[in-house]
């Protein structure tokens, strides 16, 4: 499957993004997905996850009650709703599949990524 993330940009402190992943390849279904981003020297971290159904999401503490993820399967696309942003939140998102039912937290669980979009957050 290939993936293609958008949306990055520049916002200020408080404001709000929307991230999209878009895939293509393969039957979106098939794959656990999910979100991940990374700052220069330092690990990528796991930022949210939806299982193949969207019944089941996951999200790193740090986001919780901030961004929203969601999927749409007719459309093959993966959505990451980000408000109350925080200059913290200034990073490299990636988007990721998995063929996995479980473990989305770690990023050895996904087989693809896609180029990352930045997203910028002004103090």
């Known amino acids: 499957v290939q993936l293609q993330a958008s949306g990055g940009g520049l916002v200020q402190a408080g404001g709000s993004l929307r991230l999209s992943c878009s895939a293509s390849?393969?039957?979106?279904?098939?794959?656990?997905m999910g979100w991940f981003r990374q700052v220069p020297g330092k690990e990528r971290e796991f930022v949210a996850a939806i299982s193949r159904s969207g019944e089941s999401i996951y999200y790193s503490d740090s986001v919780k009650g901030r961004f929203a993820i969601s999927r749409d399967t007719l459309k093959n696309t993966m959505y990451l709703q980000m408000n109350s942003l925080k200059p913290e939140d200034t990073a490299v998102y990636y988007c990721a599949a998995s063929i996995y039912y479980s473990g989305y937290e770690a990023k050895e669980r996904y087989e693809f990524w896609g180029p990352g979009t930045l997203v910028t957050v002004s103090s």
């Open positions: 390849g393969r039957t979106f279904s098939r794959y656990g």
